[in-house]
């Protein structure tokens, strides 16, 4: 079965879907989603989007805030054009019926706090920001005439011209995707004038993570198995504060509880996070984990202490009533106590190599959002700057596609996906038993704390994994699991290759083996496949 659109987007985070809509009334789009529409990390967030929204804030200072948290390997000029169209990312927004929260006086929208931030400048949506921002999108995507969705569709493979015509001698070009549709287990083939990938992060790729189960680094793979380059896959986020129950699914509890006075505390209740940074609580990202990692290995405990109680009831079911409802499903009530914390995965500042419109190293395919490597976050993401990286560049993105697409519009003949030599598999406990294994191994050995030894440990596994994984591929029928499977293999790969490759710590990326920043390894950690053109 074949279809033909003018763009095809696979992902419908907030990147695809305004993406989508920036296009839809010129050109006929296909939006794919592996689960439903909704599914993704976007529809999760909570803090909120960064933007220099307060008169007495300036773009200068978000853009240095940006470069400090991303610890020396921030691009500038990705920075500045994504901090100069922050104001107008977030009126579209509003354009598009997001409701932010209020203030009670002063700029019409309350702005909160978060790690890094100078100024208050994230505006949300109380803390489901996330979940208010998709909701909107969903609506006027669905709405619109010109964008076709299609859900329970998994992406399995670009198309390109080098594997099309078996030949390396001309510039590669995306020619669309091959796609299971995973209620009735055909395989589509999608061709496309151009490609966006918006397929989210890969921090399922550890045991803990913040993140839903569609974030599996398929991009990630799909682009690198296309002969497109990846970088700085070593700089995995761990937010510090999760929810440490057994049944919370590491539930994220959001920094802007922090950046309303939240206090982190040891089990014994005294607090800790001045001893590490003279910023204590709203340091970045990769020093709060840390330090608390540091704290639970040298006390031996499973968790530390977050503590938003003192400010009441009335501030804390305003302003986090989310947090405060979940925390309460689990037995914490977060206006009286003190709740048990702990780092997971949650973000991805490595990715696909894409430049200032988006374009990767394969021509007509685009990369946005967390499956990008745009060169904003440099060794560790500023909280709350993803959400408006992917608005910018999905606009970006929308408005280099508008002015090139002409130039391509070749048909293209496209072998259907060839299912003839596999069989129904006599060994599905291989799938789940790899998952796990891997999962397991990533937390274990390239986690918050790296060594040698542990990254070595770890390639020698992942090494075994992708030599039964491509076994087991080349001979069984695919499903969903079997595919995500396959991407998260590729995807740590990356990361331990990336992380072998870094001999300093730098953000995101600390090893003991040499524990200190090196001046001069002030580069990207670029990865380039065999078939790199
Ligand atoms: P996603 O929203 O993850 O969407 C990915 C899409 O790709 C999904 O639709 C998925 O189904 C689809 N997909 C993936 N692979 C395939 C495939 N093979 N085939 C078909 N479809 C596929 N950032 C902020 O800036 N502010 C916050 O407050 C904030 N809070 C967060 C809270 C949580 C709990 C989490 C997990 C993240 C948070 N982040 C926050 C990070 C931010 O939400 C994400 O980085 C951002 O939403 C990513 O958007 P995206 O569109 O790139 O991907
Ligand atoms: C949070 O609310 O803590 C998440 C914000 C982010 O990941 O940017």
Known sequence: MQTNYDVLIIGSGVAGLTCALHLADHLHVAIIAKSQLSEGSTFYAQGGIAAVLDKKDTLASHIEDTRIAGAGLCHSDTVAHVVKKGKSAIHWLIEQGVAFSVAEHDFPYHLTKEGGHSHRRVIHAADTTGKEVESNLEKKVRQHPHIHVFEQHIAIDLITSHKLYKRQDTPNYCIGAYILNTNNDTIITFQARCTVLATGGASKVYLYTSNPDTSTGDGIAMAWRAGCRVANMEFNQFHPTCLYHPKAKSFLISEAVRGEGGKLLLPDGSPFMSKFDPRAELAPRDIVARAIDHEMKRLGSSNVLLDISFKGKAFIQKHFPNIYQRCL?????????????????????????????????????????????????????????????????????????????????????????????????????????????????????????????????????????????????????????????????????????????????????????????????????????????
């Open 329 to 533: 499903t689990f037995g914490f009530d977060i206006t009286q106590e003190a709740i048990p914390v702990v780092p997971a995965a949650h973000y991805t500042c490595g990715g696909i190599m894409s430049d200032l419109h988006a374009q990767t190293d394969i021509q007509y395919l685009y990369a946005i959002g967390e499956t990008a490597f745009s060169g904003l976050h440099g060794a560790n993401r500023m909280a709350s700057n993803s959400i408006l990286e992917c608005l910018v560049f999905a606009k970006t993105a929308a408005e280099h596609i508008l002015q090139h697409l002409h130039l391509n519009t070749t048909e293209h003949i496209i072998p259907s996906w060839d299912a003839s030599r596999v069989t129904d598999s006599d060994e599905e406990v291989v799938v789940s038993h790899n998952w796990d294994e891997l999962r397991r191994f990533m937390w274990d050995y390239v986690g918050i704390v790296r060594t040698n030894k542990r990254l070595a440990r770890a390639k020698r596994r992942i090494d075994l994994l992708l030599h039964e994984i491509d076994d087991y591929y080349g001979n069984f029928y695919i499903t969903s699991d079997l595919l995500e499977l396959r991407n998260l293999a590729t995807v740590a790969d990356l990361i331990i290759q990336s992380a072998q490759q870094r001999k300093e710590s730098r953000g995101l990326h600390y090893t003991l083996d040499y524990s200190s920043t090196v001046e001069d390894s002030r580069y990207d950690t670029v990865l380039t496949p065999h078939n790199f053109t």
